[in-house]
């Protein structure tokens, strides 16, 4: 007979990580499209540290509390970009 919850397991781990990756791609191109100069310093250093400390405490700790350190961090910066942006209007 087949092991249904070892398949449900699987099936929930990948569901997690397309969700986790696809947050952080959302998070890189709102950013991206948000900010008037995308390719400036002070908005490249912010996404590369959350895609690292993101992937570095996946690894570490699993998908879920990362991507909810993802959401609260990412957001952080994202909502800083935004801000930038209104201010520099």
């Known amino acids: 007979m087949h092991d249904y919850g070892k398949i449900y397991d699987k099936a929930g781990n990948i569901a997690v ?21 995308p390719w400036d310093i002070s908005i490249i250093i912010p996404l590369m540290l959350v895609w690292f400390f993101g992937t570095v405490f996946a690894l570490l700790f699993g998908f879920i509390p990362a991507l909810l350190a993802n959401i609260v961090f990412g957001g952080l910066f994202t909502a800083l970009a935004y801000i930038q942006h209104k201010i520099a209007k």
């Not at 990580?17 to 100069?37: D, R």
């Open 17 to 37: 990580k397309i969700f986790f990756f696809g947050w952080m791609g959302t998070l890189t191109y709102w950013v991206f499209s948000v900010s008037p100069h």
